[in-house]
């Protein structure tokens, strides 16, 4: 004999647990074994949009992020100072008096946070160190002159910063204790170097030299140079594929970037995008940034290809920029303005629908997530209208089936 279709009480319910999946989207950088098997089969890179942006005053230039804190730190040269802003609220949190032009910045493994004090064009400058979360005066120790671009080996030991003067010359500080480094030999490197990127296995750091028109590949144990790359005017900022086999180059003054060969230091391919500046990664999506200011556009790249792979427009004047590995926003100051802007993952969530079976039969609801890797969803029910829900054990895939409906 057919059974009879549930009725509407029942359909009812089936819809209310329809309503609260929700999916659980972890950092797939932040678990290992995620990040290794993304390396092993790369996906593109998701999507992109603009998600805020906060007037934070004008003349920011250098910005990084610390993921643990979920901070994001903005140099402002002309205003002498560090501004610590919350990276969901965007809300400048405090600032940090700074002398001698506060210019790039960096934040360490461990969350110490380092600054180039650029000091003027060919003057002695430092770099000042700061503890995570500290507020007093940070320690200021002396970096030559004019030092702006700021790199750290992968292992967290080794601290380069770069000389954006002539002669050149990188400075490298040992960080056994990351709150006091203590300099080591300086390597030779081109004149008016603007930014430094370390290679995965830390032997080779590439210098940008902004005057010089090409990049230098510097033997980090040596100081030995591996290789010298012609790139065009003015390259500010090299950023290296997952594999390493290719270097994209910011190039100011140029209608677009170049793709090099990291072995034949030959032009592979080209970004169509003019006056770009600079770059960053975030490893676990298998994307690239680079920026355009005059157009107001982040380039969003694939990071195993370091080909184009969505332009993000209407980013004011999108110039230094920065990742977080582990919320999977990306930040950038503003070359012409004082906003800073945040850029996320455009998410797209498929809601589960009710549905209507006959009683005694299975029930399944399914939800859905583009956008972000997630690695599993929450289900929860409840036997009534004002009853308070409860989690489903062992519920954490897509789809959910509810077994044997019954009439409620």
């Not at 004999?1 to 009812?12: D, E, G, I, S, V």
């Not at 969003?300 to 004047?317: I, K, Y």
């Amino acid at each position: 004999m057919p059974r009879t279709p549930l009725l509407r009480r029942a359909r009812t319910r089936a819809a209310v647990l329809a309503l609260v999946a929700a999916f659980i989207a972890a950092p797939l950088a932040a678990n290992p074994a995620a990040a290794n098997a993304a390396a092993a089969a790369p996906t593109p890179p998701p999507q992109y949009e603009v998600t805020g942006s906060a007037d934070i005053g004008r003349a920011n230039e250098g910005i990084a992020v610390d993921p643990d804190r979920d901070l994001v730190y903005v140099a402002s040269r002309s205003a002498g100072l560090l501004r610590v802003i919350d990276g969901a609220s965007l809300d400048t949190l405090r600032t940090v008096d700074l002398p001698q032009q506060p210019y790039q910045v960096l934040v360490g493994p461990s969350g110490v946070v380092y600054v180039t004090l650029y000091g003027g064009n060919n003057a002695p400058g430092s770099i000042a160190v700061m503890a995570p979360g500290a507020t007093g005066t940070p320690t200021v120790l002396p970096a030559g002159i004019s030092p702006a671009g700021l790199a750290i080996s992968p292992d967290g030991s080794r601290l380069y910063v770069s000389s954006f003067a002539s002669p050149g010359g990188i400075r490298v500080f040992d960080l056994s204790v990351p709150t006091a480094p203590v300099e080591l030999p300086t390597l030779g490197s081109p004149s008016w170097v603007d930014s430094l990127t370390v290679s995965a296995d830390g032997g080779t750091v590439y210098a940008a030299g902004y005057n010089a028109g090409a990049v230098q590949a510097i033997d980090t144990r040596t100081g030995g140079s591996r290789a010298l790359w012609p790139t065009g005017r003015f390259p500010h900022k090299i950023a290296l594929t997952s594999s390493g086999n290719r270097a994209v180059i910011a190039l100011q003054g140029e209608a677009a970037a170049t793709v090099l060969d990291t072995g034949t230091g030959v032009a592979s391919a080209s970004i169509p995008l003019a006056n770009t500046y600079f770059q960053d990664e975030d490893p676990g999506l298998g994307a690239m940034f680079i920026t355009a200011p005059f157009t107001g556009t982040v380039g969003v790249l694939d990071r195993s290809t370091g080909e184009l792979a969505q332009r993000v427009d209407g980013v004011d004047g999108a110039f230094f920029i920065a990742a977080n590995p582990r919320t999977h926003a990306v930040y950038t100051t503003s070359a012409i303005g004082s906003r800073l802007t945040r850029i996320e993952p455009a998410v797209r969530v498929t809601n589960p629908q009710g549905v209507v079976v006959t009683e005694g039969d299975d029930a399944t609801f399914t939800a859905g997530i583009s956008g972000i890797a997630a690695d599993g969803v929450r289900w929860e029910r409840r036997s009534g209208e004002s009853a308070p829900w409860a989690p489903i054990a062992e519920a954490s895939a897509a789809s959910y089936t509810l077994p044997r409906a019954e009439l409620a």
